[in-house]
Each structure stands twice: as structure tokens, then as C-alpha cells.
């Protein structure tokens, strides 16, 4: 009788539970250390434009026997170098070291310069011509595809060449030149990877930087901050007491206007052989985030998530739910989005899942994991929680 009496009472409450207006809000997980949560809120205008203001929620389900990876930051290698020149020194000789047989080196005039045919440019390696395997002009590489500016000229080298301080040569050379050497053959490669695809403005930021391959010698390195609108400033490459080399540096808290990725580009030295490398990471301005609560209503697995929106914009919410399977394991079993249109002020997203998603034999407990918000309308990635609630 009393738990007849029991699961009357659950049921005659179910309905005023459903009913409630609201939830009781939980906290959300404590960030962890891959986390991306943003301390401060920029105050920005509506971008121009037409944007949807229309909200909208989708979720999918997902195989719970495939397992979800997260994509590291980009590594960047390079086996090549650039160096802007004189038309006086290239008429004297250039110094190009070399690790490597066939070298491409690529000479580009800048404005006003004198365009070199491919016969007017000479290079020696201890006193000897090296052959010209093959030259390509400004025509033939943009018909290969290429973006080349008017008279530049690539040069393959070809027998002879090798390791040691080839010399460019070009008696008729007037002007300011680009000089690009790229080594495909080269054992000594320079590699840089930032800590994080993609940061908020104002926040520190890191940049590993490293030489491998046989022949490598000691890695001597500066860097370059280059915003999407051409600003610079320089950025120090300093050692860390485990021997590593690591750029660390602030990203401005300012707005930038011009779309793209921001790069930090890096000048090294690999014993004497020069190396330039780049890396690139976008950057948002933290124009809202999650108040650090959620909602959920269990019965329908609805996680309601309010937002502090410091700029009008249209935001998005996108998280993944986990299951616990039958062996105890916690599986994806479904991802779900929602974005709506926000002024400034408060807001809330919410990510319905589906129970129709879960497998049979998967429940409780769940978690809500790689939970994000977006800035949909400046696209930047504000938050990122791994973890972000367990019910």
C-alpha cells in the first residue's frame, strides 16, 4: 500500500513539476585547464548587416561506439625562409645558406624594381655555378595556379647543389627584392603550435617553438604578433627551464575591424641555416558568456543555459550529450543546437536532446560535455567548457 501510495503522489505531482515556469539552477562544472571562459565582457555595437533573428534548435544523434576527438592546435613546419634585399646587394651576391640539394629559390621585385629574367640570375656554392634545374616565370606560375607578382622568377637548382652558402647573383638588379628559399629536401625543419585555436582578446596566449631533423643545431628564434589589419608588434622567444622555447605574449584587448586570423610569425636560426615559420589562431572579442548555471529538466533532457550578453549579437549554444552505457562507460549518444538573436542584458539558450537518442541500455547518469558559445554574427568562439554538467 505505501508504494502504491508513493508512485500515486510522484504522479499527481508530475504535472505542477512540468508545469513550473522554471528549473532550479545548478552550477556548471569548474572550468579546467583546456577550458575557454571569459573573465570580462566587451561592449561592442550590432555589426552591419542582415542577420537572422529567427531562433532555432536542432539536435542529431550520434554513434555511441565511435569515440569524438578534439583537432590539436595547427603545427606549423617549415623548411623554408625569405629575405628583402637591395637591388645593390643582389648585384654584389646574396648569401643563401643551404642544408639541402635542390632548393627552390623564388625572386620577386617589389614596386618600381627591375624584373630579371631567369638567365640574368646566377648562384655559386664554393666558387662553382650551380646548374638551373628549371625556372618558371610570373606567367607560368599563375597558370600553374600560383599567386605571382609581375616579374618574379623561381630557380630549382639543380647538379652541385647541396649544403654550404650559396650566392645569388644579379648584376642588373635595381630596386627592393623578395627572396623566398624553400628546402623540400632538407632534414631541418623549424615547427610552431600555438596552445589553442582560436582565444579572446586581452587573454595570454603561448606559441611552442622547436627544431628537429638531422643537423639540426641550436635554435635561436624572435617573433612577430600580426594582426587581420596589418598591425605588428614584436613578441620575445624566450627559453623555459625544461629546455623547450616558448613565445609568450598578451593579445590586445582592443576590437579589430578587419576580418581574418591573427598570426604570430617566427624567425629562427637552426644552427646557421635561417628558418621562418607561421602560426595562426583566431581571436573574439568576449562580447557575452554563460552566467555559470544551467537548468535541466530531466524528464525531457532539456538543458536550459542563461547567457550574459554584453553586446547584441546572435549568439548559439552547442553541446554534446553523454550517456553512461550498459558496461558503465559514459558514450555520446546526441549534440544539440540553439541560437537566438540577444540584446544586451540577459538571455538564455536552450539544448534540447532527445530521449529518442539514447540506445537501449543507455541512462543515467549524463554529462554535457565540448558545451561552446558562439558570437554567430562577429564568428567567435567565446566558451568552451569540456566538461560542463553532470545530472
Given at each position: ?58 539536435a ?10 578534439n583537432t ?58 650551380l ?5 618558371a ?81 641550436a ?24 629546455g ?28 646557421e641555416?635561417?628558418r ?116
Open positions: 500500500m505505501r508504494s502504491i501510495f508513493l508512485r500515486a503522489a510522484a504522479t499527481a505531482a508530475l504535472p505542477i513539476l512540468l508545469a513550473a515556469p522554471a528549473f532550479a539552477a545548478q552550477p556548471l562544472l569548474p572550468a579546467g585547464g583546456h577550458d575557454q571562459v571569459p573573465t570580462r565582457l566587451a561592449t561592442l555595437p550590432a555589426p552591419q548587416g542582415a542577420f537572422e533573428r529567427k531562433p532555432v534548435s536542432f542529431w544523434a550520434l554513434d555511441p561506439t565511435l569515440a569524438l576527438t590539436p592546435p595547427f603545427l606549423a613546419e617549415s623548411r623554408e625562409y625569405w629575405l628583402t634585399v637591395q637591388g645593390r646587394e643582389l648585384q654584389q651576391g646574396v648569401t643563401l645558406p643551404m642544408s639541402a640539394p635542390n632548393a627552390l629559390v623564388r625572386v620577386s621585385p617589389a614596386a618600381g624594381a627591375t624584373a630579371l629574367r631567369a638567365d640574368e640570375l646566377s648562384v655559386s656554392l664554393q666558387g662553382r655555378r646548374d638551373i634545374a628549371h625556372s616565370d610570373a606567367e607560368a606560375l599563375r597558370r600553374a595556379g600560383m599567386d605571382a607578382s609581375a616579374g618574379t622568377q623561381v630557380l630549382r637548382l639543380g647538379s652541385g647543389s647541396g649544403p654550404g652558402r650559396a650566392i645569388l647573383q644579379a648584376p642588373r638588379a635595381q630596386g627592393r627584392y623578395v627572396i623566398h628559399v624553400f628546402e623540400p629536401d632538407s632534414p631541418v625543419v623549424l615547427h610552431a603550435r600555438a596552445d589553442r585555436s582560436q582565444a579572446l582578446a586581452g587573454e595570454p596566449m603561448q606559441v611552442a617553438v622547436a627544431a628537429s631533423g638531422r643537423g639540426a643545431g635554435l635561436r628564434a624572435s617573433a612577430l604578433l600580426v594582426g587581420p589589419d596589418g598591425s605588428s608588434r614584436p613578441v620575445t622567444v624566450r627559453s623555459t627551464p625544461d623547450r622555447q616558448v613565445a609568450a605574449f598578451q593579445l590586445p584587448t582592443r576590437a579589430v575591424s578587419a576580418p581574418g586570423l591573427w598570426e604570430l610569425q617566427v624567425f629562427a636560426n637552426v644552427g641555416i635561417p621562418d615559420a607561421r602560426t595562426a589562431f583566431a581571436v573574439a572579442q568576449p562580447t557575452a558568456r554563460l552566467a555559470g548555471s544551467y537548468a535541466l529538466d530531466a524528464s525531457r533532457l532539456r538543458v536550459s543555459l542563461p547567457v550574459q550578453a554584453a553586446s547584441p549579437g546572435r549568439y548559439e549554444a552547442r553541446g554534446t550529450l553523454y550517456a553512461t552505457a550498459p558496461d558503465g562507460s559514459l558514450r555520446p549518444v546526441s549534440e544539440a543546437h540553439a541560437a537566438a538573436w540577444m540584446e544586451a542584458g540577459s538571455g538564455t539558450l536552450v539544448l534540447q536532446f532527445p530521449r529518442e537518442h539514447l540506445p537501449a541500455g543507455y541512462g543515467a547518469p549524463f554529462e554535457l560535455r565540448q558545451l561552446e558559445l558562439n558570437d554567430q554574427t562577429r564568428l567567435g568562439k567565446l566558451e568552451l567548457r569540456e566538461r560542463a554538467a553532470r545530472f
